[in-house]
């Protein structure tokens, strides 16, 4: 079961934030700074894209997972970085987009269900039922991603 713990048994210890501190640069650097004009193309977008996706589901499984944070404190401390990010992003030279919000919403549901399915103690249906909402949140960023990357490789033949 996916643990309701109060947020009080969050324990933040040194080799915990020194773990996570250089995860919390990479994503800034990555959220709020505008790719150069020379490098922009399908390509970059769609990775771009994944990454709101890849970024949020990492978060949450790092959270939960690693830093021992109770999965609806993770859950919902990664949803909100998302809509945050996507704020500021008005303000740094990006574009906030509604889009990227949900693919963040949809990697952090991901990053917090996938860890619990692969527990042996999960029944065989909520397995299925899990697996199932995984692979609906995921279809929408993974094909883009997928997309984009087919349409690369036909320009280039």
Known sequence: MISMDSPSSIRFTPLRIALALPLVVLLLVAVFVPPPLSIRGPGLLAVLNFAHFSFAAVACWFLTRRMEWPGWVAFGTVVAAAAMCE??????????AMSDFLRGLFGASVGLV????LRPSVPAARWITGAVAIAAVSAWPVSELLFAAASLCLRAT
Do not use: H
């Not at 996938?114 to 399915?117: A, D, F, K, R």
């Open 87 to 96: 704020i500021v992003q008005g303000y740094t030279g990006r574009c906030p």
């Open 114 to 117: 996938g860890p619990w399915l």
